[in-house]
């Protein structure tokens, strides 16, 4: 399973990104996707999950409410919709795969990660 992050960039403080995460290679084999990020000196934290069908959603309290994830199965493809942002969202974002379909937090419980995208938020 490969996964391919992509949609960072540069923004404004109030700005808004959409960041998407691309699957390849075993498709059958991923249940619940999740979004992590890593601030500079900082150790990597838990954003959003999803679980295969849509129905089970889990975001850390710092981005709820600004954040949404999203998935699209025909497309093999997660996104996580970011509104609102802070200079605090500032980070490299990672997208993570797990086979089993339970949503989790902990980032040992995901399988596959993807190479990750640098947000920066910044005027």
């Known amino acids: 399973v490969q996964l391919q992050a992509s949609g960072g960039g540069l923004v404004h403080p109030g700005g808004s990104l959409r960041l998407s995460c691309a699957t390849s290679?075993?498709?059958?084999?991923?249940?619940?996707m999740g979004w992590f990020r890593q601030a500079p000196g900082k150790e990597r934290e838990f954003v959003a999950a999803?679980?295969?069908?849509?129905?089970?959603?889990r975001y850390s309290d710092s981005v709820k409410g600004r954040f949404t994830i999203s998935r699209d199965n025909a497309k093999n493809t997660v996104y996580l919709q970011m509104n609102s942002l802070e200079p605090e969202d500032t980070a490299v974002y990672y997208c993570a795969a797990r086979s089993n379909p339970l949503v989790y937090s902990a980032e040992n419980m995901y399988n596959y990660w993807g190479q990750g995208t640098q947000v920066t938020v910044s005027s």
């Open positions: 999803m679980s295969r069908a849509g129905s089970t959603t």
């Open positions: 290679g075993t498709i059958f084999s991923i249940n619940a």
